[in-house]
């Protein structure tokens, strides 16, 4: 059971950055799926949350209203549009799954490589 992030790079401030999640060896469509980041030495962060379905998500209020969550289970694909990217953003993003979206980096599972996102001029 795998869940692998990709997209990330660098990126100037108020760029836009696509990130990917692909998933394997479970069934895609029963999971919520979440996107977590963490700056090394630091706690990690719940940024966003898509339900099973697609139906629902969620932002933390640090990114709400900038990134966008959505996926795609025909290809068992998860992905989050960041725009205004500031130089807070910088983090290793991860996504992880759970069986219902919750609020917080509590419960989710299935951790792979996260992908490095750095916002610098």
């Known amino acids: 059971f795998q869940l692998q992030a990709s997209g990330g790079g660098l990126v100037q401030p108020g760029g836009s950055l696509k990130l990917s999640c692909a998933a394997s060896g479970f069934i895609f469509d029963a999971y919520a799926i979440g996107w977590i980041r963490q700056v090394p030495g630091k706690e990690r962060e719940w940024v966003s949350c898509?339900?099973?379905?697609?139906?629902?998500?969620y932002y933390a209020d640090s990114v709400k209203g900038r990134f966008t969550i959505s996926r795609d289970n025909a290809k068992d694909m998860v992905y989050l549009q960041m725009t205004s990217l500031k130089s807070e953003d910088t983090a290793v993003y991860y996504c992880?799954?759970?069986?219902?979206?919750?609020?917080?980096?509590?419960?989710?599972?299935?951790w792979g490589q996260g992908t490095l996102v750095t916002v610098s001029s």
């Open positions: 992880a799954r759970r069986a219902i979206c919750m609020k917080r980096d509590i419960g989710y599972f299935s």
């Open positions: 898509i339900s099973a379905s697609g139906d629902s998500t």
